[in-house]
């Protein structure tokens, strides 16, 4: 465990996003938690960020918020984004605060970024061992097929940067066997290190409130979570409601997240299928609503068309709630079919209205699921097992630039 090693360390975190921008999802709690962990274990923790604010969109930069602030222990700082297009955030502050500092390695979260880029210059200018974490779809993301043209140009641009930050890390950490097999197309599999994502099972133990008093709420409901993004599967999810809406009773459907550009779209749908009754939208949750929603559901459904390694599946694990999702890309490497969870086609409206009645409709079941899904995160996809094997990772190549 982390109170076996007693080296004391300097550690740089940096990431696109950090508190209080919660809408931003995986990459800002991956990097949270392996601050907050590690802090508390006395070593000194840093995450360089931009001022990307709290805000039901992914664009609200915020000069007013503190350039440095501490937290639980470790240091966030934050410089002003310049530029943005898309979820690419340019700061170029960040190189000449992380050029000033002192640390011993960095990890960069989220690859296809332009903190990543700083990472990997600063990295080569203090001759400091660099660690990547991808959270961003390095090659498999569907919009560098089927997005927009200029998102599809703008990745392309990204190739040769991405290039260069891999070759300039030491180690890659990817949470799957599907991610590794991605980054073997860049490097040699010596480089690559499994380490699977974890959440914080203390965080989420108890729910400081009541979701359905907070939202006078008397019938039971299930839970979306997530962007407010098509890649999210939200429209699958809306067809397969407006085709089972005449089977179910005393049942509501919460979708919870931020909006990426997809809102408009999805309320055309709601009104268009007439399910406006069966959904109640909620726009940027706190945290503590989002626990709550976790408790409080029934179950949840997530039917994304591409993920790499979710973490929002894990957290309703946590609470003793089990997930629909589906079979894309690198779900299946973390959720097993009629184990823990029910997973289905992506895209497919037929099986998840299928999925949705049998979790309602067979108790035992759900029960099943649970129970494995809880055990899950238990044993082996939590923030402790995740921050301790990121650490002996740290903790070996610091050895070996020593030797």
């Known amino acids: 465990m982390l109170e076996k090693i007693k080296i004391n360390m300097k550690l740089a975190i ?19 938690h392996i601050a907050k962990k590690l802090a508390s274990k006395d070593h ?40 943005s297009k898309y979820l690419y955030f340019v700061n170029p502050g ?27 210059l600063v990295s080569k200018r203090k001759n400091v061992p660099l660690v990547l974490s991808d959270q961003g779809g390095l090659t498999t993301h569907p919009e560098q097929q089927e997005g927009k043209l200029m998102k599809r140009i703008l990745i392309k641009l990204q190739l040769p940067f991405i290039k260069y930050i891999i070759n300039q890390a ?8 599907y991610e590794k097999n991605i980054f073997l197309e860049f490097c040699n599999e010596s480089k690559i ?26 019938e039971n409901f299930i839970l979306f979570l997530g962007r407010f993004d098509k890649i999210k599967g939200i429209d699958t999810l809306l067809f397969s409601i407006a085709q ?19 809102e408009d779209e999805m309320m055309k749908i709601i009104n268009d299928l007439k399910i406006e009754k069966l959904i109640k939208i909620i726009k940027k949750p706190s945290r503590e609503e989002v626990i709550a929603a976790y408790h409080e559901c029934e179950f949840l459904v997530l039917p994304s068309r591409w993920e790499l390694s979710p973490l929002t599946p894990l ?17 299946p490497h973390t959720l097993t079919d009629n184990e823990n969870s029910l997973l289905v086609e992506p895209n497919n409206i037929e099986q998840t209205s299928e999925a949705i009645m049998k979790l309602l409709n067979d108790v035992d079941l759900r029960k099943s699921l649970e129970e494995s899904a809880y055990k899950l995160v238990i044993d082996t996809c939590n923030s402790d097992k995740m921050v301790e094997n990121n650490f002996l990772i740290y903790k070996e190549i610091l050895q070996m630039k020593r030797e």
């Open 44 to 83: 000194d923790v840093v995450i360089y960020t931009t001022d990307l604010d709290a805000a039901n969109n992914a664009k609200t930069f915020n000069k007013k918020l503190p350039r440095i602030q501490k937290i639980n222990k470790f240091v966030i700082k934050r410089t002003h984004v310049w530029f």
């Open 14 to 32: 940096t990431s696109p996003a950090s508190l209080p921008a919660t809408q931003f999802g995986g990459i800002l709690f991956l990097g949270t």
């Open 315 to 331: 957290e309703g694990f946590a609470c003793n709630k089990t997930v629909i999702s589906t079979t894309a890309h690198g779900i």
């Open 193 to 218: 290190k499994i380490v699977k994502n974890g959440i914080d099972i203390e965080e989420l133990k108890t729910s400081e409130i009541s979701f359905k008093k907070k939202y006078q709420m008397r």
């Open 94 to 120: 960040m190189y000449w605060q992380m050029i000033n500092d002192d640390f011993d390695i960095i990890h960069s979260i989220g690859i296809r970024s332009f903190q990543a880029f700083i990472s990997a």
């Open 170 to 177: 030491n180690t890659i950490i990817v949470a799957n066997e």
């Open 244 to 262: 089972i809406q005449n089977k179910i009773q005393n049942i509501k459907f919460i979708i919870m997240g931020a909006d990426f550009g997809y």
